[in-house]
């Protein structure tokens, strides 16, 4: 970046790392012992679909990839999610197949397309979080829905502050967007 672009406040956009998400079951733990919280085995990918064959094969790819444990549904915003089901001892499976579904649309010229990928975690007490991942960022963040399309921000920074160090995480609250309805919440 150049001393233009820094006095103009261009930014280069932050090149997303997939192998992030190999942190996750080390981050579960740490999450588990600061918050209750424990894996649902239950994670997702949300990707805007392209028209044409292109697309349609390497949608079909990565489906191809989780057989039987995937559930496709869509949204009301236009994004389309894969549902990915494991136990919950699983989490290091569950992840290695989401990556598994980036990488795939990724390697295809796709990645662009890409929102984000989420893994599930309930504690006894019935609350929930999702730890998602920013594609476009190359940050994770904490989402805890709660009845009524409010979230539980007590829970969201104490699980900010459990994962600092084990994740990079979005630093602009701003963008710790909630996803309701998320297959997998």
Not at 96 to 108: D, I, R, W, Y
């Amino acid at each position: 970046m150049g001393w233009l672009d820094a006095l103009l406040g261009r930014t280069k956009p932050v090149k997303p790392n997939l192998d992030a998400l190999f942190a996750l079951p080390s981050a579960a733990v740490t999450l588990q012992a600061a918050t209750g919280l424990t894996p649902t085995g239950l994670g997702s990918v949300a990707f805007r679909a392209a028209e044409g064959g292109a697309f349609a094969t390497a949608e079909s790819d990565a489906k191809a990839l989780l057989g039987e444990r995937v559930e496709e549904s869509d949204d009301g915003y236009g994004y389309t999610w894969l549902l990915v089901r494991r136990t919950s001892e699983a989490l290091g499976d569950l992840v290695t197949e989401l990556h598994a579904v980036n990488s795939t649309l990724e390697g295809a010229g796709f990645g662009p397309s890409l929102l984000c990928s989420l893994v599930s975690f309930a504690a006894p007490d019935g609350r929930r979080l999702a730890v998602v991942y920013l594609y476009k960022r190359g940050t994770f963040y904490p989402f805890a829905p709660m009845a009524g399309q409010k979230r539980d921000n007590p829970l969201e920074l104490q699980a900010r502050g459990a994962l600092e160090g084990e994740l990079p995480l979005e630093k602009d609250l701003g963008r710790w967007f909630p996803v309701w309805g998320a297959p997998g919440l």
